[in-house]
């Protein structure tokens, strides 16, 4: 029986996404993405101090980000094939100057840490307008990547991949003691025939320590999933503790 403490997130908002700032940016299929409501809503989150926010209009962030679209738009070439989509949601802490001082990923379905990481040093580099008022600014920029790609891979339901993912905790264990990491964490996998990982994501909501998703994806990319029949498919899943038998 599957354990509840292992869960298996449905599509949907998460959450975590408290605004999507936006303005879409061309090429290669990486855009910034908007969504209708407030701005600079300040999601709750372990890793930053909520205090002290200035403030920065959507105007001047979507300006930069118009100008940056470039850096952002190469790292959908990473990805390992043309399955490999979803949206990356990216939060931004901004000192008082308007540079990054942080930039994590808040949220991500994209199925590709090489991606995802690409998005994170193009985002590390912006200068924004100094913001109004002291302190720093927080906000969440969302980046679809490979829209193309949405509606053509068949995503397994929650049930599909545990008993497998729950086969590999010892390797998942290892990982957590060789990081010192006992966190959730989420994975987005896209598994082809004979059930190999053919690209596979990470984000954790709070602070994991450097060398710790790459850990983690090399357990993935080294489990054999259900086969698939030659197709390829996605399969997303929350992990927070895997017990024994």
């Not at 600079?40 to 940056?68: I, K, M, T, W």
């Not at 989420?186 to 190999?196: D, K, Q, S, V």
């Amino acid at each position: 029986m599957r354990d509840p403490r292992v869960q298996f997130p449905m599509p949907g908002p998460s959450p975590l996404i408290c605004v999507l700032l936006g303005v879409l940016l061309a090429g290669c299929g990486v855009a910034a993405h908007n969504a209708d409501g407030p701005t600079h809503q300040r999601p709750p989150d372990s890793r930053l101090d909520p205090s002290g926010y200035a403030e920065l209009s959507q105007q001047h962030v979507d300006a930069v980000f118009a100008e940056q679209q470039a850096g952002f738009s190469v790292c959908s070439r990473k990805a390992s094939g043309a399955f490999v989509g979803g949206v990356a949601r990216l939060m931004f802490l901004l000192g008082p100057a308007g540079r990054v001082e942080h930039v994590y990923v808040a949220e991500s379905d994209v199925g590709s840490l090489e991606v995802e990481r690409c998005l994170l040093t193009a985002a590390r580099f912006m200068e924004f307008p100094v913001p109004k008022g002291s302190g720093r600014t927080r906000f969440i920029r969302s980046f679809p990547v490979n829209p193309a790609a949405r509606g053509t891979v068949a995503e397994q339901p929650e049930s599909w991949g545990y008993p497998t993912i729950r086969g590999r905790r010892d390797a998942v264990r290892k990982c957590r003691a060789d990081y010192g990491y006992d966190g959730p964490f989420h994975l987005t996998a896209f598994i082809g025939g004979r059930g190999r990982a053919l690209s596979a994501g990470f984000h954790a909501r709070h602070n994991t320590p450097d060398g710790f998703a790459d850990c983690v994806i090399r357990v993935v990319e080294e489990t054999t999933f259900p086969d698939t029949a030659g197709q390829v498919v996605k399969y997303r899943a929350l992990v927070e503790y895997l017990p024994d038998d």
